[in-house]
């Protein structure tokens, strides 16, 4: 993917250099983030509407549009375009990633979504989001990315709820 700088009519703009991703994976563990030497800022937590966070694909944390839904995660911002290109490296052929449109926690009524880079699985069978998952994650998978939505502040109802169940 070539980008320059993030632009979207209708969301809050970022400035000329930043580039912003809403993390719901391993990602949002700062300790992650430190080990592939990302360097991010501004980091707070956010929900993607109309999104669902599931494992059923081989164990590991995936996201899918659908309606009704909602996925916490951490909204943070890359600095440099070198910085995410090295985090896309990390992530190559996993998910494509788009644009979409996130809502901070500490968003006041009125506020514009932030527009935002987002991992989304495209390509999926959508019985298997509905039955029994074949390859469960590991508990320690699970407990990085608790730990680090718990670092955030998340709402604990949603790690239990999602990532913890």
């Known amino acids: 993917m070539t980008m320059n700088t ?5 969301a809050a703009t970022p ?15 700062p300790m992650v983030r430190r080990r592939r030497k990302l360097k ?23 996201m899918v549009h659908q309606r009704g839904y909602e996925v916490h995660g951490i909204l943070m911002k890359f600095t ?14 996993y998910n494509d990633s788009d644009l979409v449109h996130v809502i901070p926690y ?19 069978d959508s019985s298997k989001l509905e039955s029994p998952i074949e390859q469960l994650p590991t508990e ?6 608790a730990n680090g939505m718990r670092d955030y502040n998340l709402d604990e ?6 990532i913890m169940r």
């Open 6 to 10: 993030l632009q979207d009519e209708g």
């Open 15 to 29: 400035t000329p250099t930043a580039i912003y991703y809403f993390g719901y994976g391993p990602i949002v563990n």
């Open 40 to 62: 991010t800022c501004d980091e707070r937590p956010a929900i993607l509407p109309e999104f669902r966070l599931t494992f059923a694909y081989g164990g590991i944390a995936n």
């Open 80 to 93: 440099s375009e070198e910085d995410w290109k090295l985090f896309q490296n990390y992530d190559a052929g």
């Open 106 to 124: 500490d968003a006041d009524e009125g506020d514009e979504p932030i527009a935002a880079y987002a991992m989304i699985m495209k390509e999926y």
């Open 140 to 145: 320690r998978y699970l407990k990085l990315i």
């Open 157 to 162: 109802d949603y790690i239990q709820d999602q």
